[in-house]
């Protein structure tokens, strides 16, 4: 069975710029996650949907920050315009659902580098 | 969430016993011990969770001190591989209390 996929692995841009994420989680994951991780540092939550809904987003930098997940299934999430300090690993997880029986099952990342 | 409390860094030879301490005194008597693990470039992977009794599954041992202040994870075999972030976090099982909150973690490095 195929893990939680993320694309692009790896993304340079300059500041002021655009930039989006992709993630598919595992099939039948109706919990989805997207967590920031700066160098040096844990992953920090910064939404989580059920289906469709975001459900918890109270970390997300909503005047640049934003994300979907428009059919349950796949999420994007984006940044515009990026800064400097938006440089880190952008990770995606997945699980059955939210309670804490759940396990949570990581993607690889994209590590994005904004200059 | 109950704060979690690991040393920075830790080494350890191939083929013998990786302890990793864990310190959590405020933890609450619902919340559980979740160990996590990040191979260098790769997403965090589960390892163990427990709540006041020790568990083993195939990748590792979780011992809980009987006033579950502390835990400890026990990798009994260590290999090359083992060597990675690992993260000992408080985590309750429903709501917010869910959420899994990582700290900075112990790297666990495992030479020859």
């Known amino acids: 069975e195929a893990g939680v996929v993320q694309s692009p692995r790896y993304k340079i841009i300059e500041k002021k710029q655009p930039v989006a994420f992709w993630c598919n989680p595992i099939?039948?994951?109706?919990?989805l996650y997207w967590y920031r991780q700066n160098l040096g540092q844990g992953p920090e939550l910064l939404i989580r949907?059920?289906?469709?809904?975001?459900?918890?987003d109270s970390q997300l930098p909503k005047d640049r920050f934003s994300a979907e997940r428009l059919k349950g299934v796949d999420s994007t999430l984006k940044i515009q315009p990026a800064e400097l300090g938006d440089s880190a690993v952008y990770l995606c997880?997945?699980?059955?659902?939210?309670?804490?029986?759940?396990?949570?099952?990581f993607g690889p990342g994209t590590r994005l580098t904004v200059l | 969430d109950a704060k979690t409390t690991q040393p920075t860094s830790m080494d350890c030879a191939e083929g013998r016993a990786a302890n990793l301490p864990c310190n959590h005194s405020?933890?609450?008597?619902?919340?559980?011990v979740y160990w996590y693990r990040q191979i260098h470039s790769q997403g965090p992977q589960y390892i163990i969770h427990?709540?006041?009794n020790n568990e083993t599954n195939e990748m590792a041992s979780l011992i809980i001190t009987e006033d579950r202040k502390s835990s400890t994870l026990i990798l009994p075999h260590a290999t090359l591989r083992d060597t990675a972030v690992y993260y000992c976090i408080v985590r309750g099982y429903t709501g917010t209390a869910s959420k899994l909150t990582f700290g900075t973690g112990t790297r666990l490095q495992v030479t020859l």
């Open positions: 427990g709540l006041k």
């Open positions: 099939s039948g994951h109706n919990t």
């Open positions: 949907y059920e289906n469709e809904e975001a459900v918890d």
């Open positions: 405020t933890i609450s008597g619902n919340e559980y």
């Open positions: 997880a997945s699980s059955l659902g939210a309670g804490g029986y759940n396990e949570q099952f």
